[in-house]
């Protein structure tokens, strides 16, 4: 009753009174209702009394919406259901708020697509950066090992270097030595016969550097050595031919000592040979 005067919307409990279960038709029906409260003088029910006027003042706010009923004839009801009818089918043909929401879910499933396609290359580009970074990183690993290698390797082969470097500039001061002996051991006649032997032109520059270049380049030829022994004997005065062979094969041109040990040494040359 005091939902239903006060205005309120929802749900109206008629169970929980029986009274109010009874005038369920006329309080919430298609009705008009009348009601009509009685009251005792007696002190004994002033109790009842004010709870029947209570109830009186709560039922005059109650407000209900009275229709009159009408007999519809068999024709009557049969065009008010055509109404209907018509009327759901032109709402079917017009497109309206329902059509809108279905393209609106059409239009968020294309977006959730496109968002999964974004999703799965990211996820590609990922993966393929992470494998680039685990092959870099294999690289560097790489490249530190073969660092430590070369760095052992150098370590290793620098006294072998630094023996090459001692031999060639030997090699650069004894050229130096036989060019120069040149103009002393031969004539210019023996020294023109030399160059036309060796191939080697009058008229051309550095002439004496240029065979003693060509001194011991072929080791596979025998009379080419031969040839190159005689003349680095004759420069450095080696008398005896065997001799000056074994010195030549020994790679040294300084003339023999003639201390006690220098025979010792050309049998050590002799049992290398």
Known sequence: MTKCSKGRHGHVNYRDSKLTRILQPALGGNARTAIICTLSPTRSYNEQSRNTLLFARCAKEVT??????????DK???KHLQKEVAHLKSELRTPGPACDHIALLRKKDMQIEKLEKEVGE???????????????LQVV?????????????CSHSRPLTLAISNS???????????????????????????????????????????LVHRLWSDPKDMDHIGDSA?????????????????????LSFIPPCKSPRSFS?????????
């Not at 209900?64 to 004839?73: D, E, K, L, Q, W």
């Not at 990211?122 to 870099?136: C, G, I, N, Y």
């Not at 040494?265 to 002799?270: G, H, N, T, Y």
Request: hydrophobic share 35%.
């Open 64 to 73: 209900t919406n009275a229709r009159v009923n009408v007999v519809m004839s």
């Open 76 to 78: 009557a009801l049969v």
């Open 122 to 136: 990211l996820t590609k580009q990922r993966e393929l950066a992470q494998s680039r970074v685990e092959d870099l």
């Open 141 to 153: 690993g790489d490249d530190k090992t073969l660092w430590k290698k070369d760095t052992i390797t």
């Open 168 to 210: 060639m500039k030997a090699l650069r001061r004894e050229r130096e030595v036989l060019r120069r002996l040149m103009y002393k051991r031969y004539t210019r006649d023996e020294r023109y016969q030399i160059y036309q032997k060796w191939g080697i032109r009058r008229n051309s520059k550095q002439r004496r550097s240029q």
């Open 230 to 250: 005689a003349i680095v004997a004759k420069l450095i005065r080696f008398s005896d031919k065997g001799k000056t062979l074994k010195q030549m094969f020994g």
């Open 265 to 273: 040494w050309k049998k050590s040359v002799k049992s290398l040979l």
